[in-house]
Nanobody
């Protein structure tokens, strides 16, 4: 069972940037088999998709972050990144990394995956 550790969260101002990292405790050769994603959950709201990347670099983004956030991965480091630019107050949430080996079509059937592995979450707070 892969373990995911998120880093890079914290406090930012509106319009600023943060980069989140999520590193898996698995060899790079195995990491390539995982489809990786970022999800977030704000207080009193449901968890939602932020961005996810599939094998062969296909990506999905949540509507609220399109054009502002970018997901990428470095398989040699077993790490996936989330570059967040143009931050807004409404981006404040706990951000979770997710790893899943199921086919992309299965993952896309679910707005929030029901299977796979989750990181512990990391807080991002955006203030005026």
């Amino acid at each position: 069972q892969v373990k995911l550790v998120e880093t890079g969260g914290g406090l930012a101002q509106v319009g600023g940037s943060l980069r989140l990292s999520c590193t898996a405790n698995t060899a790079p050769s195995l990491f390539t088999a995982y489809h990786m994603g970022w999800y977030r959950q704000a207080p009193d709201k449901e968890r939602e998709l932020v961005a996810r990347t599939f094998y062969r670099d296909s990506t999905d983004y949540g509507d609220s972050v399109k054009g502002r956030f970018t997901i990428s991965r470095d398989n040699s480091k077993s790490t996936v990144y989330l570059q967040m630019d143009g931050l807004k107050v409404e981006d404040t949430a706990v951000y979770y990394c997710h790893a899943d080996m199921r086919p992309p079509a299965k993952i896309r059937e679910e707005q929030v995956p029901q299977f796979g592995q989750w990181g512990q979450g990391i807080q991002v707070t955006v203030s005026l």
